[in-house]
């Protein structure tokens, strides 16, 4: 969609193998919607982050592109969230 007001691109939507990459992380979900002027993508339908040797999984995924960080939740309250954490693989992660 396109914002007339901001003179952007507001949102771009994506279906099937979805896949992110950002400075050294990789997000894949079924579906992905890039909000341009918030700066952030939401991840759904099964959305797994990694980073170095750390992965979160989750229904649904936020990337908060500005902050630098990434929230995950379930489907719905009280689901689960699966996160696999390597302290080794905190230290191989490259630096910004």
Known sequence: DYSREAGAVDRIEAQGNVRVVQEGREARSARATLYNLEQRIVLSGG???????????????????????????GDKEGDRVKAVINPRGILETPPK
């Open 47 to 73: 959305a797994t982050l990694r980073q170095g040797q750390n992965t979160l999984q989750g229904e649904t995924l936020t990337i908060f592109l500005q902050e630098n960080r990434s929230v995950v939740t």
